[in-house]
């Protein structure tokens, strides 16, 4: 693993139908066994479906749904064991999503603006930021979040307009 010995990973090869469930399972167990500082889980069907199909089916929309179904059960089972208390959320996707059949690299608005939330301990509640900002924030913000140093060479900017004063 690129990541190295103490990074649990898993495999994202299944079924666009089951792959979700799958990584989701692999959190709940890491989280059992380790309760770890940082919690990465992505999850890859609505991303998967719109490459593959593109926006314009129903499929689409149905696999967001379905996508938000699981999260929803995942925070719920998260905040039923614990696991949320002094915790911050990060949901976001890794690129936006351009009319059609999915792609890498476009440059229209679609595929550059990507949705972004922030929630729980460090965040403040209810506040918006609409300057524009970059995916490249996120790992500096994680790290302010986590209270480390970003490593070195690292771009972006902590997003601090969307966090307590004082943290």
């Known amino acids: 693993d690129a990541f190295g010995d103490d990074v649990a990973s898993v495999t994202s090869v299944a079924h666009n139908d089951k792959i979700d469930q799958n990584l989701i399972a692999a959190a709940r167990r890491e989280l059992e066994a380790h309760d ?24 689409y929309v149905e696999r967001i749904e379905i996508t938000d179904r699981l999260i929803e059960g995942f925070m ?3 905040e039923e ?14 690129h936006g999503q351009g009319r059609g059949i999915g792609a890498h690299g476009h440059l229209s608005e679609g595929e550059r603006l990507v949705p972004f939330a922030l ?7 209810g506040r918006v930021v609409k300057d524009p900002r970059s995916i490249l924030d996120l790992a ?7 209270g480390v140093e970003p490593p ?11 966090l307590e004063e004082g943290r």
């Open 76 to 78: 719920g089972w998260c």
């Open 119 to 125: 929630w729980g301990s460090g965040v403040a509640e």
């Open 140 to 146: 500096p913000t994680v790290c302010y979040l986590l």
């Open 36 to 59: 770890p500082d940082l919690l990465v889980l992505q999850l890859l069907a609505v991303d998967q479906n719109g490459h593959v199909r593109g926006t314009y089916y129903p499929e």
């Open 152 to 162: 070195g060479g690292s771009v972006g900017r902590v997003l601090e307009e969307a």
């Open 81 to 94: 064991h614990g696991y949320l208390e002094d915790a911050a959320v990060v949901l976001m996707a890794d």
